[in-house]
C-alpha cells in the first residue's frame, strides 16, 4: 500500500548504548534501577494485578510504547518493549512489513555493533548482538518489532533449550519429523477441507475432514503409475495394519473426529507408515496439497514438505470461473471523497466522547438516526449520505462512554454467501477498495501510522482529539473514529497479553523438558512430579506402554468440574481393577504425544497449587533442574 511500518531506531540503539553502560546485577533492583536511568515511568504491574509482570511507559515513538521487566525469585531474566507500530499480520501484507521494518532496524544495529553473534534473542527467534553485561536482540513479535535486553545466563540458557530440542528432533529422522507434523496438521484441518501427500508414481495419501470423522484414502495398486504397483503381500500387509479394501475405490481408514490427540497420533504414524510399504523411500519425496472445498488452499509449509507445484495455479483458475456471485467479481465500489469529507469533520467536531455527542455529530454530518436512542443502549445507528449500498454508521458505547464510531465507506461483500471463506478474487477486490480509501486519506492527511482502533489494526491519523483510520472487515471498508484515551485502555489489553505470552512461552518450554525426561525413560523407571503435601503425579514405563498415575491424595481433593475437564482429555477414572486415575500411551509415541501426558500430569496438580508454589521434578528420585515458569516479576 506504499508506506512501511515505523520503527524507532534510534530510541532502541540509544536505549542499547545505555543498557551497555548500566551496571547490571539482574536482580530486583535493576527493575526500578534501569527506569530511572531510562526516564521511564516506574515500573508497576499491570491494570491492576498485584503480582506477575512488571511494566514501564518507554516514551518510544511508536503504537504500544511500554517495556515488560520479566524475571522470578531468581531476579531479572530480561526486558522486552516493542520498538514499532502494530501492523496485523492477517491482513494486507502484515508480515512483509514486519520483515521489512525488522530489516532495517538490524541493518541499523549491524552498522554500529558488527554482525549479530547469535540467531536467538532469549526465549525469542531473532538476532542478538553480545555484550560484557546483557545480550541484545531484535525480534518480530505478536505484531511489533522488540527489542530484548538478556540476561547473560538466560541467554545461554534458552540457546541450550534450543540445542536440546534440536538435538531431538534430528533424532526423530524425516519419517519421523513428518509424522509429528502430519498429526499437527490434521488436527487443525477444518470441516470440509483436504490434504493429499503426492510421491512419483501417483502414490499419494488423501485426507478427509468429515464433520463427524476424518477419512483417509491410500492409492490402490491398479491406480497408480505401472512401474510402482504392489502385489498381493503389500496388500496383506496393509490388512494386517487396519487398512480396508474397497472394491474399485482406494485402500481407507477413518478416525472420528474428538477422539484425542494419541489417537490422532497414531492415524498419523499408521498412514506414513503406510507410504513406505508402498515403496516411498523418504519423505523428502513427497509434495503437500491442501484445500477446504469450494474454498481457499490451505498453507501447508507446518507440514516442512514442498508443495505441489500446479495446486494452486489451478483452483485460481477453478475460482475465477466459478465465482459464487457474478457482482462481487466486478470491482467493490467505495465513497473515498465521501469518507474524507467525514474525517475533516471528525477532525474539526469538539469530541467529549459521551452519548451527548450522537446527537450534536448527526447535526454536523446531516446523518438520520436508524430509531430513536434508548438510554444505555450498547450501540446506536445512523444513516449516512455515503454513497454507497448500506451506508450506516455505528456509535458504540460503554455505559455512557462513546468507544467509537464505524463508518460503512464501500459496498457490501456478503460473505455469508460463500461457505467455506471468500475466493482470491474477491479478496483481492476488498484489498483494492481498501487501497484506494488509503491513498485518498493519504492525500489528505498525510502518512498515517500503524496501530490499533479499539478493537481492529489498520492506517491511523491520531490527534489529541481523535484517532481516525482505515479498517477492512470481512465485508466492508471502514472508517473508525475513536476516542484516543481508548488507546490507553487498549495498551493494558496490550500489557496483560504480553504478560501471558511470556508465562505461555516458559511453561511451553517446561512442558518440554519434562516431555524429554519422560522420553527417555528407562524400563522400571519413574518419573514424579510433585506439587507439595501429597500433590503429585507419576508417569513410568511399564512394559510396551508409558502410563501417567495421580495420586489418590490428588484425586481426593480435586472439585467435580476438575475431574469433568481430566475424563474429556482422556484420563480413565479409578475402577475395581485399577485404583488411581491414569492414562496409558501405547509405544511408539510421537514428541507430541510425550508432551501431552506432560501436560496433562501438571494440570490436576495446579489446580490445587498456591500462585507461589513451584513444582518439583525427580527421575527415580533424584530431582532434576527443570526451570519451573516463573510469576514473571523480580522480587523486591
Not at 470441516?191 to 492409492?219: D, I, K, M, N
Not at 459464487?324 to 473515498?336: K, T, W
Not at 490507553?488 to 516458559?506: C, G, S
Request: charged share 25%.
Amino acid at each position: 500500500m506504499g508506506f512501511e511500518v515505523r520503527v524507532d531506531i534510534a530510541g532502541a540503539v540509544e536505549i542499547v548504548r545505555a543498557a551497555v553502560g548500566f551496571e547490571w546485577h539482574w536482580g530486583a533492583a535493576d527493575v526500578a534501577g534501569f527506569a530511572r536511568r531510562m526516564g521511564w515511568s516506574t515500573p508497576l504491574p499491570v491494570g491492576t494485578f498485584r503480582s506477575g509482570a512488571v511494566f514501564a511507559r518507554t516514551g518510544l515513538q511508536v503504537w504500544w510504547d511500554s517495556a515488560l521487566f520479566w524475571g522470578s525469585e531468581h531476579g531479572l531474566d530480561y526486558v522486552r518493549m516493542p520498538i514499532s507500530d502494530c501492523p496485523s499480520r492477517s491482513v494486507f501484507a502484515g508480515d512483509e512489513l514486519l520483515a521489512d521494518a525488522l530489516a532495517r532496524a538490524t541493518a541499523a544495529f549491524t552498522e554500529r555493533w558488527g554482525e549479530p553473534e547469535s540467531t536467538d534473542a532469549g526465549p525469542a527467534e531473532g538476532v542478538a548482538w553480545r555484550f560484557p553485561n546483557l545480550f541484545a536482540g531484535l525480534t518480530i513479535g505478536a505484531d511489533t518489532i522488540d527489542l530484548l535486553l538478556v540476561a547473560p545466563a538466560q541467554q545461554r540458557y534458552w540457546m541450550d533449550m534450543r540445542h536440546e530440542a534440536a538435538r531431538r528432533r534430528t533424532a526423530l529422522g524425516g519419517w519421523g519429523r513428518l509424522t509429528e507434523q502430519l498429526a499437527g496438521f490434521l488436527d487443525g484441518l477444518p470441516v470440509e477441507a483436504r490434504l493429499v501427500l503426492t510421491a512419483p508414481g501417483g502414490r499419494y495419501l488423501q485426507f478427509t475432514a468429515e464433520p463427524e470423522r476424518l477419512h483417509c484414502e491410500l492409492s490402490r495398486s491398479e491406480f497408480i503409475d505401472p512401474t510402482w504397483r504392489y502385489g498381493t503381500e503389500t496388500e496383506k500387509e496393509l490388512t494386517a495394519q487396519g487398512w480396508t479394501a474397497a472394491p474399485d475405490a482406494n485402500w481407507w481408514r477413518a478416525l472420528t473426529r474428538g477422539s484425542g490427540n494419541i489417537a490422532l497420533s497414531t492415524l498419523a504414524r499408521q498412514t506414513t507408515d503406510a507410504l513406505r510399504l508402498l515403496g516411498v523411500t523418504a519423505a523428502t519425496e513427497l509434495v503437500a496439497d491442501a484445500w477446504v472445498e469450494g474454498g481457499e488452499d490451505l498453507d501447508t509449509s507446518a507440514l516442512g514438505i514442498p508443495e505441489h507445484p500446479t495446486a494452486r495455479s489451478q483452483r485460481a483458475e477453478f475460482l475465477r470461473r466459478h465465482t459464487a456471485v457474478e457482482a462481487d467479481a466486478e470491482p467493490l465500489r467505495i465513497d473515498v471523497p465521501g469518507g474524507v469529507e467525514i474525517a475533516r469533520a471528525a477532525r474539526d467536531f469538539a469530541w467529549t466522547w459521551t452519548r451527548a455527542d450522537v446527537a450534536a455529530f448527526l447535526e454536523v454530518t446531516g446523518w438520520k438516526p436508524v430509531h430513536e436512542p434508548r438510554e444505555g443502549e450498547r450501540e446506536v445507528w445512523a444513516d449516512t449520505e455515503v454513497r454507497v449500498e448500506g451506508p450506516r454508521a455505528r456509535f458504540t458505547f460503554d455505559g455512557d462512554r462513546l468507544e467509537s464510531v464505524c463508518v460503512t465507506l464501500s459496498d457490501s461483500i456478503e460473505s455469508f454467501l460463500y461457505d467455506e471463506g471468500l475466493p482470491a478474487e474477491v479478496r483481492e477486490q476488498r484489498t483494492a477498495a481498501f487501497t484506494r480509501a488509503f491513498d485518498g486519506f493519504r492525500s489528505e492527511f498525510g502518512t498515517p501510522v500503524h496501530a490499533v482502533l479499539w478493537h481492529a489494526h489498520g492506517p491511523v491519523w491520531p490527534s489529541a482529539r481523535l484517532s481516525l483510520g482505515l479498517v477492512a472487515d470481512e465485508d466492508t471498508v471502514n472508517l473508525h473514529l475513536v476516542n484516543p484515551a481508548e488507546r490507553e485502555r487498549r495498551l493494558i489489553i496490550e500489557q496483560q497479553q504480553a504478560a501471558h505470552r511470556a508465562r505461555d512461552r516458559e511453561w511451553g518450554q517446561f512442558f518440554d523438558d519434562l516431555a524429554g525426561l519422560a522420553t527417555d525413560l528407562t524400563p522400571d523407571g519413574q518419573l514424579t512430579v510433585d506439587g507439595g503435601a501429597d500433590n503429585r503425579a507419576r508417569i513410568d514405563l511399564d512394559g510396551e506402554t508409558v502410563r501417567l498415575e495421580l495420586s489418590s491424595a490428588t484425586a481426593r481433593h480435586l472439585s467435580p468440574r476438575v475431574l469433568r475437564f481430566m475424563l474429556r482429555d482422556g484420563w480413565l477414572a479409578p475402577d475395581s481393577r485399577y485404583p488411581l486415575w491414569r492414562i496409558t500411551l501405547p509405544l511408539p509415541a510421537l514428541p507430541r504425544d510425550y508432551r501431552f501426558l506432560a501436560q496433562l500430569s501438571v494440570w490436576p496438580l495446579r489446580a490445587r497449587m498456591g500462585p507461589e508454589m513451584p513444582l518439583r521434578v525427580r527421575l527415580d528420585g533424584v530431582e532434576q533442574p527443570l526451570r519451573f515458569p516463573s510469576t514473571g516479576a523480580a522480587r523486591q
